[in-house]
Nanobody, 121 residues
């Protein structure tokens, strides 16, 4: 069974920083991408940044220059460094991974349980 375990959310003042971590565990054959989404109250879940295991990234315009994704392929881990946070960044942050288990024909989407990030004004 595959699990994504997140950590690092919390409460921070506007202008501050948070760092999120996510590790994928279980019967993993390969990972083609890991990244982060978020869902603010009353809004749909939106993609923030996705990093392929080859190192390329896709970022949402709303976080360019403020959020940085990094990862450790050997540890099946992805990080999100969030700087210059704004109250509108308040949301539940979800880790995402495209994972193929042994025997799977292709990658399957997996999600973490979510971690709350709150930015006060």
């Amino acid at each position: 069974q595959v699990r994504l375990v997140e950590s690092g959310g919390g409460l921070v003042q506007a202008g501050g920083s948070l760092r999120l971590s996510c590790v994928a565990t279980g019967s993993i054959y390969s990972i083609n991408a890991m990244g982060w989404y978020r869902q603010a109250p009353g809004k749909r879940r939106e993609p923030l940044v996705v990093r392929t295991t080859g190192g390329s990234t896709n970022e949402a315009d709303s976080v360019k220059g403020r959020f940085t994704v990094s990862g450790d392929n050997a540890k099946n881990t992805v990080y999100l460094q969030m700087n210059s946070l704004k109250p509108e960044d308040t949301a539940v942050y979800y880790c995402y991974a495209g994972i193929r288990r042994l025997g799977d024909r292709g990658p399957v989407d997996y999600w973490g349980q979510g971690t709350q990030g709150t930015v006060s004004s």
